[in-house]
Nanobody, 117 residues
Framework: QVQLVESGGGSVQAGGSLKLSCAASGRTFITYVMGWYRQAPGKERELVATISSGHTTYYTDSVKGRFTISRDNAKNTVYLQMNSLKPEDTADYYC???????????WGQGTQVTVSS
């Protein structure tokens, strides 16, 4: 069982920055892939970024060069540094974790990010 708790959301003007954190419970954090998803009003949830236990990262095209995902395995925490934010980044952001080869994902409760123009 893994429990995820996000923090760090808020409101910011376009061009600003926010850093999201996701604290995970459990002693097997290091074995899980960690990811950030987002869901804007009226849209489907989309994958934003992932990071493996070996720190291999993936980013969706729309955030490349602006967002950075990282993890601290000693603190069981994954981060999403978001720079140069745009109004289209406005969404609820969710942390997720899963094991490679498994389809089941654990989800956090979400944190809201609002970017105003």
């Amino acid at each position: 069982q893994v429990q995820l708790v996000e923090s760090g959301g808020g409101s910011v003007q376009a061009g600003g920055s926010l850093k999201l954190s996701c604290a995970a419970s459990g002693r097997t954090f290091i074995t899980y892939v960690m990811g950030w998803y987002r869901q804007a009003p009226g849209k489907e949830r989309e994958l934003v970024a992932t990071i493996s236990s070996g720190h291999t990262t993936y980013y969706t095209d729309s955030v490349k060069g602006r967002f950075t995902i990282s993890r601290d395995n000693a603190k069981n925490t994954v981060y999403l540094q978001m720079n140069s934010l745009k109004p289209e980044d406005t969404a609820d952001y969710y942390c997720a974790s899963w094991r490679i080869g498994e389809t089941y994902k654990y989800w956090g409760q979400g944190t809201q990010v609002t970017v105003s123009s």
